[in-house]
Structure formats: structure tokens, C-alpha cells
């Protein structure tokens, strides 16, 4: 070993930026993991948000102090629409498969993809894409 890194041939530096950039690409590839990964917690956190917001909302208050919760299911998948649109950065494509919702107990559950670029995009590498499926449920505790 001592005779191969005296070597005076040229070996050695070859090997060296050989690895180096095996390195690199590594540390490139577990960072852009990461930020693949921190990307899809911040779209789940908005889609829970608007989730809730949705379900929250759209149940009648005509009901209410009877301690009945009733939703409007149509009016509760229109607002998660819209506050998806209104919320959602523009980096991010959100596709929903499907939309279910109960009256009572009020629910809704809605599951879909989301689709966002990553630092090698322009590389020619496609986008990421991940599946959600976020839940609303709107219990009386009293």
C-alpha cells in the first residue's frame, strides 16, 4: 500500500478525484432527498390545513345547539378546492383522485398526488411525485 500512494505514475490522483466526486455525488443526492422530503411535509401540512378548514366551516350552525354537527359534504369539497388553489405554493401540482365526505359524524377525506420539480430538473431528470391522503373529523366532545 505504502509503494502504491508513493507511486509516481499518476495513479493516485486519479483515484483520488475519483473518489471525491463519488462523495459529492452522494452528499448532492442524500441533500436533494431531503429537500423531497421536506417539500411533501410542507404540501401535507397545507392540505391537512385546508382540510380542516374545509370541514370546519361548512357544518351547519342551525344544528349546532342542539349539539348535532351536520356538513354540507358538496360545499366542504368545493372549499378544500378552492383553499387548495389559494394556499398552495405554485411549485407544486396537486391532482385529487377522489373527494369522500359523511354529513354526520362530518368527515372528509380526500386523497390525491402531488408533483414538484427537483434541483435536477433541468438535467432532464422528471419531477417528483408523491400520493397524500388527508382526513377531517369534526367530533362534539361536550
Do not use: W
Not at 34 to 56: F, M
Not at 59 to 75: F, P, V
Not at 79 to 88: E, G, H, K, N
Request: charged letters at 20%; a negative charge; hydrophobic letters at 40%.
Amino acid at each position: 500500500m505504502k509503494k502504491f500512494l508513493h507511486d509516481t505514475s499518476g495513479g493516485v490522483p486519479v483515484i483520488f478525484i475519483g473518489l471525491l466526486f463519488f462523495l459529492l455525488l452522494t452528499a448532492a443526492l442524500i441533500m436533494e432527498m431531503g429537500a423531497a422530503y421536506e417539500n411533501y411535509y410542507d404540501v401535507e401540512t397545507i392540505l391537512q390545513r385546508c382540510c380542516n378548514s374545509a370541514v370546519e366551516k361548512n357544518i351547519s350552525d342551525e344544528y349546532r345547539a342542539d349539539h348535532i354537527l351536520y356538513l354540507d359534504e358538496t360545499a366542504a369539497i368545493r372549499d378544500f378546492v378552492s383553499f387548495t388553489q389559494a394556499d398552495m405554493p405554485k411549485k407544486y401540482t396537486v391532482v385529487i383522485s377522489s373527494a369522500e365526505s359523511t354529513a354526520t359524524p362530518p368527515s372528509l377525506t380526500v386523497s390525491g398526488t402531488v408533483r414538484f420539480s427537483t434541483l435536477f430538473a433541468p438535467y432532464g431528470f422528471d419531477d417528483v411525485s408523491f400520493d397524500f391522503k388527508v382526513r377531517a373529523t369534526n367530533y362534539r366532545l361536550e
